[in-house]
């Protein structure tokens, strides 16, 4: 009988001596996207979503041969801002499609404990997620935005060719951001919350329209433009307003831009912790 002894051993952390990448969230991200850019569907969703985008360079068009038009439909700001506005319902349906299953399919498939058995963290995770998304609404807001205004300043010089026309751009970006990252967190937080695709997008609609159902008969019981900020819609609009320097709705007319804003920094803020402590699963590297 051999006479050496055997020691319990315990579960003890790799201490890797080779420093793990930075952009760790890059694979999840890229092959999130590539499996949502094989689908008919998200493509078709995308194409449809920039049909006001030629409707709008038709518009800017007809300007130019008619400048009498231009009374009825002004090339200015009020033009990028309802368009990013108008953009909204198609930004509700990509979220809805793209982003309720992100993470409701890891956690009830178990694939949420593959992902972290790999070199990666819980923000590794997460970020990789939020950046699918982000891209895909995008996609719907921000991009055919900046299409829209290069598309205007080139068929419209005499109005949009000055370079002061230039801060548009910052302006459809700082909407658009306004606009898709609350409801990327959002969806997340419901895509968590769920653990079923279909519940993650109804739960992120019920929120999301019944927040705006909850404002329109709070606004009138009070008449209160602070009721507005329960809505995130209205919030959404406003910051928009503020924005780009447009006339705001009779609902909102008082309602204090930074108040909107705030709102929307403390709901994005706030569904990113939710979906941290959701999201729960062992580290394997810190």
């Excluded at 009830?108 to 891209?135: A, E, H, N």
């Excluded at 290069?150 to 370079?163: E, I, K, M, N, T």
């Excluded at 002061?164 to 909407?175: E, R």
Aim: hydrophobic content about 55%; proline content about 5%.
């Amino acid at each position: 009988m051999s006479s050496s002894q055997i020691y319990e051993q315990h579960y003890r952390r790799l201490d890797a001596s080779i420093p793990l990448r930075a952009q760790r969230w890059i694979p999840i991200a890229r092959e999130g996207l590539k499996a949502l850019f094989s689908l008919r569907a998200y493509l078709a969703l995308i194409s449809i979503a920039w049909l006001p985008v030629f409707v709008r360079l038709v518009q800017v068009y007809f300007t130019t041969r008619f400048p009498e038009a231009r009374r009825v439909v002004p090339v200015d700001d009020k033009l990028f801002f309802d368009f990013l506005a108008q953009q909204l319902p198609w930004m509700l349906l990509m979220s809805a499609y793209a982003g309720a299953g992100l993470i409701a399919n890891d956690m009830r498939t178990g694939g949420l404990l593959l992902y972290l058995s790999r070199p990666l963290t819980l923000v590794d995770y997460i970020f990789g997620k939020v950046m699918i998304l982000f891209v895909s609404l995008s996609m719907v807001t921000m991009v055919p935005g900046l299409v829209l205004f290069f598309g205007a300043r080139s068929l419209a010089p005499d109005v949009l060719g000055a370079a002061s026309h230039l801060l548009l751009v910052p302006k459809i970006v700082a909407m658009a951001l306004a606009l898709v990252l609350p409801t990327t967190a959002l969806v997340l937080v419901m895509s968590a919350l769920a653990r079923s695709a279909r519940f993650a997008g109804l739960g992120f609609f019920f929120v999301f329209v019944g927040s705006t159902v909850a404002h329109a008969i709070a606004w009138r019981a009070t008449r209160s433009a602070y009721a507005g900020l329960i809505s995130i819609q209205a919030t959404m609009r406003r910051v928009g307003e503020a924005i780009f320097g447009v006339k705001p709705t009779r609902m909102t007319a008082d309602l204090p831009p930074e108040y909107a804003f705030a709102v929307l920094a403390l709901l994005f803020l706030g569904c990113l912790f939710v979906l941290k402590t959701r999201v729960r699963a062992v580290e394997i590297v810190k």
